[in-house]
């Protein structure tokens, strides 16, 4: 990944960027966005993967992912 001011981690999975999810969607290209003070950190709990039905069938009901609030604890430490 190549766009300024993102951090990466895997493949492709923005994580940590300086500016919002809106701004994000709102921009025509990432050229638009205009760098904030502050670093909004996006993490994913779960992720539907393949069979999601944009490229074949859907998953089985049992595999199916649906939003519902969850908590997690994070952890920081120096490196």
């Given at each position: 990944m190549n766009r300024p001011?993102?951090?990466?981690?895997?493949?492709?999975?923005?994580?940590?960027?300086?500016?919002?999810?809106?701004?994000?969607?709102?921009?025509?290209?990432?050229?638009?966005?205009?760098?904030?003070?502050?670093?909004?950190?996006?993490?994913?709990?779960?992720?539907?993967?393949?069979?999601?039905?944009?490229?074949?069938?859907?998953?089985?009901?049992?595999?199916?992912?649906?939003?519902?609030?969850?908590?997690?604890?994070?952890?920081?430490?120096?490196?």
């Open positions: 001011g993102a951090w990466s981690y895997g493949r492709d999975v923005q994580a940590a960027v300086r500016w919002t999810g809106e701004g994000l969607a709102a921009a025509r290209h990432t050229t638009c966005l205009t760098p904030r003070d502050q670093v909004y950190v996006n993490l994913d709990v779960a992720q539907h993967g393949v069979g999601s039905g944009a490229c074949g069938p859907r998953v089985q009901p049992r595999y199916d992912l649906v939003a519902q609030p969850v908590s997690l604890t994070l952890g920081f430490r120096t490196c």
